[in-house]
């Protein structure tokens, strides 16, 4: 986890007029933004088009921080709406068709990941992931990837800590048919 | 509770000593329960093997740049729906106002809109009935009573067009034996002379 003590000093060095302070806050997080944006949409373009998002939402929203969370859980907590509320609005969109097969097409050909083997079994992983639900999808990912424990996810998402396990454990499940399915299919 | 449903509670930690005590040692006679463990924490292994990808850097050294030029961007276009109501404003305004002068300007020439028109007003026989003719062609800043005073439609327009008034009249210098009555100065006028003069004011006025 992020240093706590190092946070405040930025956040204060923002809110008095330093921009260079919300860039050394975007150095800090931006991986754990992207990545998790990345395993929650399952390609590149999209995981780009959320982190910006939550980095404008972060510099809009940085100066009213009110201290009553850590930054990290907040930034996870506006990382995680932010790419549900993407895969809202895209499911909408395909379902009036406004996105092509093509766009769709290009949106996974793109990448920043360069190693063949990694990107297939990336490309694997989120394949699985996307056919789980969304809210067993972000439990999985925010306790496999995100090393989070249950009391912080549930600070994040607001959600009991009873249920959140509960959605874990029915992700892993649907994950281990998908694989036995995958297997079987080779 | 199924063997897949044991193995996740027991790899998240969500079993109690009891519970964990009891599943290891169903586990150390049961093959196939064994075989699924394996499966899963090989699964466990490569997700934890995907958790830290070595990705291209150049994308996270832009990251920065890209945000601060989409924030410029934003704050660029966050002024212009100011702008963009204002001027839309403004011009919505214009063209009420001219659209409610250019009404106030066709009312003025009401009767006469083309040379149609023209040609029935004057055409009109004096014996009509100005009340009628005033309800068809709009004479609505006289009242019938006025208009039924006036010997025949073409007095009253003549009357109406040099804006004479009772006062005005009074005003008039006599031009015959002291007289200011209208029928009197046009009594020397046949209708023929009436109609050129009136044709004249008319093509004066509208052409």
């Known amino acids: 986890m992020a240093d706590p ?11 008095g007029g330093d921009e260079s302070a919300f860039n050394k806050i975007v150095l800090k997080y931006q991986q754990k933004i992207y990545w998790h944006a990345r395993r929650m949409t399952g390609n590149h373009l999209d995981a780009d088009e959320v982190a910006q ?9 940085l100066k009213n921080f009110q201290f009553k969370s850590s930054l990290y859980t907040w930034i996870f907590r506006i990382t995680a709406t932010r790419s549900i509320n993407f895969l809202r609005k895209k499911n909408l969109k395909q379902f009036f068709s406004f996105e092509d097969q093509e766009a769709k097409g290009l949106s996974t050909k793109e990448d920043i990941v360069r190693n063949i083997e990694t990107k297939e079994r990336l490309a694997k992983l989120e394949k699985v992931l996307q056919k789980i639900p969304v809210k067993q999808r972000e439990v999985f990912i925010m306790r496999n ?19 959140l396990k509960a959605n874990y454990f029915h992700a892993m499940k649907k994950i281990m048919e998908l694989m036995k399915e995958n297997e079987n299919e080779q | 509770m199924k063997m ?22 169903e586990l150390d006679g049961s093959q196939a329960l064994s075989n699924e463990l394996k499966r899963l924490k090989e699964f466990n292994t490569g997700i934890s093997e995907l958790k830290n990808i070595p990705a291209q850097e150049d994308y996270f050294v832009q990251m920065i740049p890209k945000f601060r030029s989409k924030h410029e961007q934003k704050r660029k276009f966050s002024l212009f729906p100011g702008i963009a109501y204002s001027v839309t404003t403004a011009t919505a305004v214009i063209i009420v106002m001219l659209f409610v002068m250019n009404k106030n300007v066709k009312n ?3 009767p006469f809109q083309n040379n149609e028109e023209t040609q029935q007003v004057v055409n009109i026989e004096p014996t009509l009935d100005a009340g009628s003719l005033s309800d068809q062609f709009g004479f609505i800043d006289m009242s019938r009573e006025e208009i039924a005073n006036s010997d025949s439609l073409l007095n009253y327009m003549l009357v109406r067009e040099l804006d004479l008034t009772p006062q005005s009249l009074s005003d008039i210098s006599p031009v015959d034996n002291n007289t200011t009555d209208i029928q009197t100065i046009l009594q020397g006028v046949n209708d023929k002379e009436a109609d050129a003069i009136y044709n004249e004011i008319l093509h004066k006025k509208i052409l």
Do not use: C, H, P, R
């Open chain 1, 53 to 61: 998002e939550v980095l404008m939402v972060l510099y809009e929203k």
């Open chain 1, 5 to 15: 003590s190092s946070d405040f000093d930025l956040i204060n060095s923002f809110i």
């Open chain 2, 4 to 25: 897949n449903n044991k193995i996740i509670l027991y790899l998240d930690g969500q079993m109690n000593g009891e519970e964990k005590a009891a599943f290891e040692k």
């Open chain 1, 145 to 163: 990837f995100d090393e989070l424990g249950y009391e912080e996810i549930s600070e994040i998402t607001g959600k009991s800590i009873g249920g």
């Open chain 2, 108 to 110: 003025e020439s009401q």
